[in-house]
């Protein structure tokens, strides 16, 4: 049997109790923590307390590829821990696929995502959001545009955008990079999709004790204490007056 368990957003305290009785069930747990950075020393802490001996932490292509987890699941009952939820993902959805094709038996324990929790956090409504984007950090030879034309494309349409910050090597995206970024992209781009006068919402370790959401001026934002990563962006559209009303209290 092969599980996919959401963490949810940040601590041992967001893990759904369904899955906390899974877990002391399983012959052997791996987890994987490259889609998102949850709280440092969290696995550690999980293994205490659900009773296994080691979480095995898989890399990208690990997981990517499956059979270390296929093979295990084949002979017997096995969990990988997710960031957030499970299935957000499409490799997590690929995953589940393949299993189900070896006639391995699946479950999946949903739990908090950073796709509802930004939305909520920031008091926009969920229904007027557009395609989300994720922001890729530039390497030589990689200077990715399209979260760019992306962001354009749901503005035109006055929709609001989700932009998820990539984990780059491991390590959250700080602060600085983010808006180097977004300059970066902007004098490229030359739409005005990231000017300094663009109003934009940037939340800070959702779901920890130290969650930090601002609102303001790309301009002002970036010369502001907005927290510590890993962060989420999110560039409103057109706004309902309760939605503007929930954005002022953020304001900077």
Known sequence: MLSLIGMGLWSIGDLPLKAAWEL??????????????MQQG???????????SQIRVLGRAEVEKGEVLLKAAEKKRIALLIPGDPLIATTHISLLLEAKKRG???????????????????????????RTVTLAKWHAG????????????????KLHTLLLIDIDEGSALTQ?????????????????VFSEERQIVVLSAVGSANQKVSYGAIAK??????GKP????????ELHFMEKEALESLHV
Not at 185 to 191: D, F, S, T
């Open 42 to 52: 969290i696995l550690s802490h999980l293994q205490g307390k659900i009773g296994q």
């Open 230 to 237: 890993p962060f989420t962006v999110i560039v409103p559209g």
């Open 176 to 192: 600085a990079e983010i808006f180097d970024l977004l300059h970066k992209m902007e004098k490229k781009g030359g739409k005005g």
């Open 104 to 130: 391995i038996k699946t479950q999946v324990i949903h739990a908090s995502s950073i796709f509802t929790a930004a939305i909520g956090e920031a008091g926009l409504q969920a229904y007027k959001f557009g």
């Open 24 to 37: 002391r069930k399983c012959d052997e747990v791996y987890a994987e923590q490259y889609t998102s950075k």
């Open 221 to 226: 934002l970036e010369k502001a204490k907005l």
């Open 142 to 157: 990689y200077a990715p545009m399209s979260a760019y034309d992306y962001v354009g494309e749901n503005l035109e349409r």
